[in-house]
């Protein structure tokens, strides 16, 4: 038998599809300051987090399957739906899942400063989703273990830096801890803390590789959502004590902060966690991402190829492959870019998770269900309003304070309105081809 992900492993890996520690929130802290910062980190979670949280440990205990949550939509709203729901998670992927190489040359950039901006930066990005590609043709199992020891290596610098800068005597601006890169700009802000805490339904595409995922996924949820919190605000509230101001902080500063208060030694070890923070990512999410092909190409939606696996480890080699060279397509594309797409095209998706979380309680009442989210239909309902509102109002101000950044938008939405035509064309091809 395959060996199935237990419960740490499991929370391990759904720490990296979400999170993979501090790094990324620096443009936070340069966008709305210390104070500011603060606020949006606890109040991000409530209204995006827990919502998705909640209903992904009903969901994925209730429909413990292959393929997460494109087999949840398209149970409750269809094959259509649910093809439109693989389709904008695959569409994102791209953009997603080119941050990490991103990040990775990032962090390195700060031990080997020629890196950056060389031609061989791009060269090391495509590495990193080699290595990562080859590291799931080993299987769920191996992909979660390997998430276990990443997340000590990239955890361990932060809790000396939150050491030093708590018991060790406060740096110079640490005295005007309110002071903002960005006078008000709330809602940048905002969107990026949405991209560090997104991605809590990544982990439902492998339930069938999980050990008890009845019993697994709810505290896998909870665990997972109290360890990302704890592990993003702790550093940030440490951040004024390092002598840093907001307005110096921009991708890779940690490595900064870390040299100001600890000396050359710690800057090192934050550089690199940041470059594990990079590889973990990116490795969480192959084994998420590469499941949706494989269980499209099993019910006929895409060309058979895609459902190969190894018999030893059960891992998709030919879907792996195939989205490996997707994402390594989109790695020249700018951060903010990246973030953007990515954003505009998961929180659809994830819309669309929440309506099948109300149209199959309405249908399927007897469905049994080993975590319910609590306080019946209208909380149910209800919980899919605070991710909806924190989309539009994302939306909304890149449009109205970034007007040269519009294609973006323009972009995401259209390859959302491309999902029926290919609906439509890969349903020719099914009937005409690939059943053949």
């Known amino acids: 038998m395959k060996k199935k992900l237990t419960l740490a492993p499991l929370v391990a890996a759904t720490y990296f599809m979400v999170a993979g520690g501090p790094y990324g929130l620096e443009e936070l802290l340069h966008q709305s300051g210390y104070l500011a ?48 729901e693989a389709w904008l998670s695959l569409c994102s992927s791209v953009f997603d899942m080119a941050i990490y190489p991103t990040l990775f040359v990032l962090y390195l950039g700060r031990v080997w400063p020629e890196v950056a901006g060389s031609p061989a930066a791009l060269a090391i ?3 990193v989703v080699v290595t990562c590609a080859g590291m799931n043709l080993r299987g769920a199992r191996a992909v979660g273990g390997a998430s276990e020891w990443m997340a000590v290596l990239l955890l361990g610098p932060f809790v000396v830096l939150c050491a030093l ?10 005295a005007q801890p309110v002071a903002h890169g960005h006078a008000g700009d709330f809602v940048s802000g905002v969107l990026i803390a949405m991209w560090n805490f997104m991605g809590w339904d990544n982990a439902s595409t492998v339930a069938g590789e999980v050990d008890r995922p009845h019993r697994n996924y709810p505290r896998a949820m909870l665990a997972t959502t109290a360890l990302v919190v704890l592990t993003y605000l702790i550093p940030v509230a440490a951040a004024p004590r ?6 110096a902080w921009t991708t890779g500063s940690w490595v900064d902060a870390g040299r100001l208060i600890g000396g050359a030694p710690l800057a090192l070890a934050i ?28 019910q006929g939606y895409l060309p058979r190829i895609f459902a190969r696996q190894f018999s030893s480890t059960g891992a998709p080699w030919v879907a792996i492959i195939g989205l490996s060279v997707a994402w390594s397509l989109a790695l020249s594309l700018g951060f903010e870019r990246l973030v953007e797409l990515d954003v505009i095209l998961y929180g659809l998706a994830l819309l669309l998770e929440f309506v099948a979380l109300l149209i199959l309680r309405v249908r399927e009442p007897d469905l049994r269900r080993p975590f319910r989210v609590p306080g019946g239909m209208p909380v149910a309902a209800l919980l899919g309003a605070g991710p909806a509102v924190l989309l539009a109002l994302t939306l909304a101000h890149e449009r109205h304070d970034h007007p040269d950044q519009v294609r973006a938008v323009v972009l995401g939405l259209g390859l959302a309105l491309a999902g029926p035509l290919v609906y439509g064309a890969t349903s020719v091809l099914r009937r005409r081809v690939w059943r053949r």
Do not use: N
């Open 271 to 298: 550089a690199a966690g940041g470059m594990v923070c990079g590889l973990g990512m990116m490795d969480a999410l192959v084994m998420s991402y590469s499941r949706l092909p494989m269980v499209m190409a099993q």
């Open 165 to 174: 800068a708590w018991l060790g005597p406060a740096h110079a601006t640490s």
């Open 37 to 84: 910062a603060i606020a949006i980190l606890l109040l991000v979670p409530l209204l995006w987090s827990l919502p998705t949280a909640l209903m992904v440990g009903e969901l994925a205990s209730a429909l413990p399957e292959e393929g997460g949550y494109y087999v949840w939509v398209k149970r409750a709203l269809g094959p259509f739906w649910g093809f439109q």
């Open 242 to 247: 390092t002598g840093l101001p907001p307005e």
């Open 125 to 127: 990005g495509v590495g």
